[in-house]
């Protein structure tokens, strides 16, 4: 049969671009449905973001219980985290632990960079070369590269002109010494709120750059107890199924029709109070259903954040600084707390606002100059985040059908359908990409899978060659993406000015970039389609 001819004619039945979550995540799945897989990856060791952002405090904002894959019993109960919020270090030691237990290791291909994939229309495989000169074809591409992964570059004048060591935050040197040193870091976002604390400790002095003050929210870091890990092992079965139907992907617990405008001014203080010592996300997702979609509550709760915050800070014209203003909260990111407002409390410790204040003029051979002075620095770090969703499709080139590059398809509107299909790209499957949820990310991922392999074996079982996704549904999923979108706070216009709509992007306009309908929605909205045969998508059969 033509399937079997195309099947012998690949090199794999799947290739994936990236060993983190993902990647891992997808060699246990296919090679459970019987396919061959080949997963690629740059770096020099698999883990993904883990391997990537190294940074001095760089930890999971997700509790570790359900920051974790979930496809085996036994690697759930075998597994044991040692607190609450985990460094880069053991995310990825428990990253090798998956991949040794399993046997993922012949399936990995790392330090290999990937500088094409183009779709063969004739063969109606995949051809993907690497940096080295090889070539490789599937029958199913797939992005295993990360929603967050592709740096954010700032352009400020004469940049190369500073002499000392200048890079991204997701690219921290291995074994640079910071201690005594002069560091100076541009952007406040999650990054510089978990790095911040860490690197003051031992630096001779630290000086941010703050374009944009957040919202930030209590972690509240604690061991895992002996007493607490039998309990979520205990109960590993609820907690899965807890991530599945919530909003947000967490095992959380939701307050179903408890609205804050519903609410008496008091009932809501003592609820704010009782959440806010929990910390984590709970404070949002376990407190009242209306944040994000009433302004007048959305207030209350941002200025509730925000008497906590000051509170905080000694200094009360840096604790104005730090204060969040223009925009609602949860419409930006909002980093989890580690300490970040009491280390504005120390003498070594500088908070430059470079949006109205004391915008950044250049670099210099010693450092940066401002509007109103010059700062001499050892180091500099970008901490100026990442191109959101589409960054790393973007990066490398990806043609679909009629030699169409990704990119170039992206460039008015990042498109897809359910973040997993794009239109003009045959059996091209994305995990986690535009207009999918911002959501935790194992339970987003491994739903993103079983949809994707329920699809692959479909076309395996009824011997169709092509999946070619519509572009009628990619018009109507991106039409109610934009439709949900519009009902939430996050659509207030010049004011939320976030990396979550592309926003931190000088050459695209911003776009929806996010489903906001709840990832348990979106969960079911995969699960409906993959019941009702994919109807989002035309299959065919090679002649």
């Avoid at 599945?244 to 809501?268: I, K, Q």
């Avoid at 104005?320 to 410790?349: I, M, Q, S, W």
Wanted: charged share 25%; proline share 5%.
């Amino acid at each position: 049969m033509a399937t079997e001819q195309v099947k012998n004619q690949a090199d794999f039945d799947v290739i994936a671009i990236g060993a983190g979550f993902a990647g891992l995540g997808l060699i246990h799945y296919v090679r459970e449905a019987g396919l061959s897989i080949r997963v690629f990856d740059k770096a020099s060791d698999i883990g993904g973001t883990w391997t990537w952002n190294r940074y001095p405090g760089a930890a999971s904002d997700s509790e570790c219980y359900y920051y974790c894959l979930t496809f085996s019993k036994e690697l759930l109960q075998e597994w044991k985290w040692s607190v609450r919020y985990p460094g880069w270090e053991e995310n990825l030691r428990y990253m090798h632990f998956v991949a040794d237990r399993c046997n993922m290791w012949p399936h990995i291909s790392l330090n290999t960079k990937i500088v094409s994939a183009d779709y063969q229309e004739k063969s109606g495989l995949w051809l993907v070369r690497t940096e080295a000169g090889e070539s490789f074809t599937c029958r199913y591409f797939i992005s295993a590269m990360g929603m967050i992964s592709e740096p954010v570059i700032p352009e400020f004048k004469n940049m190369t002109a500073f002499k000392g060591p200048c890079f991204h935050s997701a690219r921290w040197p291995e074994g640079l010494d910071y201690s005594g040193k002069r560091i100076g870091i541009i952007g406040s976002g999650a990054t510089t709120v978990q790095m911040l604390p860490v690197v003051a400790q031992t630096a001779a002095q630290v000086t941010v750059f703050q374009r944009t003050a957040n919202f930030v929210m209590p972690a509240v870091q604690k061991p895992i107890t002996t007493e607490w890990d039998q309990e979520i092992k205990a109960n590993y079965d609820q907690i899965i199924q807890k991530c599945r139907n919530h909003s947000f992907g967490m095992a959380f617990d939701s307050p179903v029709g408890r609205n804050l405008s519903d609410t008496p001014p008091d009932e809501v203080q003592k609820i704010l109070e009782e959440h806010w010592p929990r910390g984590s996300f709970r404070f949002v997702f376990e407190t009242f259903d209306d944040l994000v979609v009433n302004a007048e509550s959305n207030r209350v709760v941002g200025d509730f954040i925000i008497r906590k915050m000051k509170e905080k800070v000694k200094d009360a014209e840096v604790a104005d600084l730090l204060t969040p203003k223009g925009y609602p909260f949860f419409a930006k990111r909002p980093p989890l707390d580690h300490g970040y407002f009491e280390t504005f409390n120390r003498d070594n410790v500088k908070l430059v606002d470079i949006n109205e204040r004391e915008p950044i003029v250049e670099f210099t051979e010693t450092g940066i100059r401002t509007t109103k002075q010059s700062y001499e620095f050892d180091i500099i770090v970008l901490a100026t985040g990442f191109q959101a969703y589409t960054g790393a499709q973007e990066a490398l080139p990806i043609r679909g059908r009629n030699g169409l590059l990704l990119k170039d398809k992206w460039k008015h509107e990042s498109s897809s359908i359910m973040g997993v299909f794009v239109s003009g790209f045959p059996n091209l499957f994305m995990i986690t990409g535009p207009q999918a949820p911002f959501a935790n990310l194992p339970t987003s991922i491994e739903q993103n899978i079983h949809y994707i392999v329920d699809c692959i074996k479909k076309m395996e079982h009824e011997s169709l060659d092509v999946c070619d996704p519509k572009p009628d549904a990619e018009a109507a999923w991106t039409a109610h993406t934009a439709e949900i979108h519009q009902m939430t706070l996050m659509a207030q216009g010049d004011k939320v000015n976030s990396w979550m709509m592309g926003a931190n992007l000088k050459d695209k306009k911003p776009r929806v970039l996010i489903y906001f309908g709840g990832a348990n929605n979106y969960y079911d909205k995969m699960r409906e389609s993959a019941r009702a045969g994919f109807p989002e998508v035309e299959f065919k059969r090679r002649a």
